[in-house]
């Protein structure tokens, strides 16, 4: 005959609700941390990359934007939630293209549940800074899918997307990002310079 002791069943009770809210604390920040608050002075740059350039260029244009007095978070782009991505937010997006015209491994799942439609994303003002290598048939494939992409869903573009050869004309970015910060003296900043291997 098995025989539960109370003491246990209560310790292991107490456990279990310690762990649950641990996993909740967790979730709170990471959710604000990828931009979920959704307020609107706020600026999310969500970046898709590889081998980590976007994530460089997304620290870059977090940083100017902060030096304007804009409060700006980055976040890889796999961590967006699809209610961040409907709550009327600003995303700038930084996607780089892997292989021929493929999504990075971290915006794979991302890009399926984009491709699969949902609600419309009519609040939503976003930019596109497509990364790509211009020797490859399918030259800033992902970045040029995922404008489209957002754009089918109703997404309002806030600039027409900026597409970057191996770090070639990153000045486009820059430009913008000052109009978006109102300021004309951001800091200077260029894309990691490129080696052939």
Not at 50 to 69: C, D, H, K, S
Not at 123 to 138: C, K, Q, R
Request: hydrophobic share 45%; glycine share 12%.
């Amino acid at each position: 005959m098995i025989t539960i002791d109370p003491g246990r069943l209560a310790a292991a009770a107490l456990l279990l609700s310690a762990y649950a809210g641990m996993c909740a604390a967790i979730l709170r920040s990471v959710r604000r941390r990828s931009g979920a608050s959704g307020t609107g002075g706020d600026w999310l740059v969500a970046y898709a990359s590889q081998t980590g350039t976007g994530e460089y260029l997304a620290g870059q244009t977090v940083a100017t934007l902060r030096a304007a007095g804009l409060q700006a978070t980055s976040a890889s782009i796999d961590t967006l939630a699809p209610e961040v991505m409907a709550s009327g937010c600003r995303i700038l997006f930084i996607a780089s293209t892997y292989g021929e015209g493929d999504a990075p491994d971290s915006a794979a799942r991302f890009a399926s549940k984009l491709a699969a439609g949902g609600a419309p994303l009519g609040e939503l003002h976003y930019a596109v800074l497509a990364l790509g290598d211009s020797t490859y048939a399918n030259y800033c494939g992902f970045g040029r899918w995922l404008d489209d992409a957002l754009k089918a869903r109703g997404a309002q573009p806030l600039f027409e997307r900026i597409e970057i050869d191996r770090g070639a004309g990153i000045e486009a970015w820059q430009h913008q990002l000052s109009h978006l910060a109102g300021t004309s003296d951001a800091p200077d900043w260029s894309a990691p310079s490129f080696q052939p291997w």
